[in-house]
């Protein structure tokens, strides 16, 4: 059975730094591209990083580039969300979400169609 589940959120002064981890199971990992989403209250969902099955293509949204770093470690099965100067802005449930085709890339929501419980992220003094 496949299975995604994240870890690491908790609440964070502005400035400080998280880093999430995402374990997955019940599917060949190093197959897959995996991503990263957020949903903040009243909002969509929105991409936040993605990586591929490799670990050698990466991709962010404009608004974590250079504070955010996605990574993965396709022997324990993770992928990490390294998150740096944190903003109030970056408060949302953090989704980790595996793409719907081995070896393919891309950041869209729609080409991700398994996802994990979520972990809450909030940035406030």
């Known amino acids: 059975q496949l299975q995604l589940v994240e870890s690491g959120g908790g609440l964070v002064q502005p400035g400080g730094s998280l880093r999430l981890s995402c374990a997955a199971s019940g599917f060949t990992f190093d197959h897959t591209a995996i991503g990263w989403f957020r949903q903040a209250p009243g909002k969509e969902r929105e991409g936040v990083s993605c990586i591929s099955s490799s670990g050698g293509r990466v991709n962010y949204a404009d608004s974590v580039k250079g504070r955010f770093t996605i990574s993965r470690d396709n022997a324990k099965n993770t992928v990490y969300l390294q998150m740096n100067s944190l903003k109030p802005e970056d408060t949302a449930i953090y989704y980790c979400?595996?793409?719907?085709?081995?070896?393919?890339?891309?950041?869209?929501?729609?080409?991700?169609?398994?996802w994990g419980q979520g972990t809450q992220v909030t940035v406030s003094s």
């Open positions: 979400a595996a793409h719907r085709r081995y070896y393919a890339f891309g950041c869209t929501l729609g080409e991700y169609d398994y």
